[in-house]
T-cell receptor
Framework: GAGVSQTPSNKVTEKGKYVELRCDPI?????LYWYRQSLGQGPEFLIY????????DSGLPNDRFFAVRPEGSVSTLKIQRTERGDSAVYLC??????????FGSGTRLTVV | GENVEQHPSTLSVQEGDSAVIKCTYS??????FPWYKQELGKRPQLIID?????GEKKDQRIAVTLNKTAKHFSLHITETQPEDSAVYFC????????????FGTGTSLTVIP
């Protein structure tokens, strides 16, 4: 596609529920990144995919967070047993290997 | 890991004046430094970047300088316009190591007409 697409744009969920956030990167971009941005802060790295494999998942805060990219394009970030502290904007970005990022518009997750 | 600090957190300038935002980084292996502009409720957008083999890069009213020895880099916006008002983030990364970006905490720039 023309840009990085993220769905949904907004998600409100109850504490304890499971959520999935989707990212559709720019066609041909091999690298895909997930970041989390809290209010008034810079984006914080979560996980990086090169192709289908998670090359670096050191930013995932705990084992409630998991991400997949089974075919090397679309990625899904999965959060189990959501907590209020998970509320943030989740940003996806893609790049040709080694290039600057193009960010998606993000998914604003609110856990109530 | 890398630690990026950014100053100031807020900056107000009169239209037409210059604005300077400064960042420092800790990891001498970092070699790529992008700057992003983020308007309220919008995605961060890359406005300029610099690699460690150059000391300065300019694109119209925007310039970035890099001092590798001191581990700091700065964004300079000249002839500011109201549409420059946004939050600006610096970042540092080590290309070849996954290209993960470490972001600063942002500078909220307000250009007063």
């Amino acid at each position: 596609g023309a840009g990085v697409s993220q769905t949904p744009s907004n998600k409100v969920t109850e504490k304890g529920k499971y959520v999935e956030l989707r990212c559709d990167p720019i066609s041909g971009h091999t690298a895909l990144y997930w970041y989390r941005q809290s209010l008034g802060q810079g984006p914080e790295f979560l996980i990086y995919f090169q192709g289908t494999g998670a090359a670096d998942d050191s930013g995932l805060p705990n084992d409630r967070f998991f991400a997949v990219r089974p075919e090397g394009s679309v990625s899904t970030l999965k959060i189990q047993r959501t907590e209020r502290g998970d509320s943030a904007v989740y940003l996806c970005a893609s790049s040709l290997s080694g290039g600057g990022y193009t960010f998606g518009s993000g998914t604003r997750l609110t856990v109530v | 890991g890398e630690n990026v600090e950014q100053h100031p957190s807020t900056l107000s300038v009169q239209e037409g004046d210059s604005a300077v935002i400064k960042c420092t980084y800790s990891d001498s292996a970092s070699n790529y430094f992008p700057w992003y502009k983020q308007e309220l409720g919008k995605r961060p957008q890359l406005i300029i970047d610099i690699r460690s083999n150059v000391g300065e890069k300019k694109d119209q009213r925007i310039a970035v300088t890099l001092n590798k020895t001191a581990k700091h880099f700065s964004l300079h916006i000249t002839e500011t316009q109201p549409e420059d008002s946004a939050v600006y983030f610096c970042a540092a990364s080590c290309k070849g190591a996954g290209n993960q970006f470490y972001f600063g905490t942002g500078t909220s720039l307000t250009v007063i007409p």
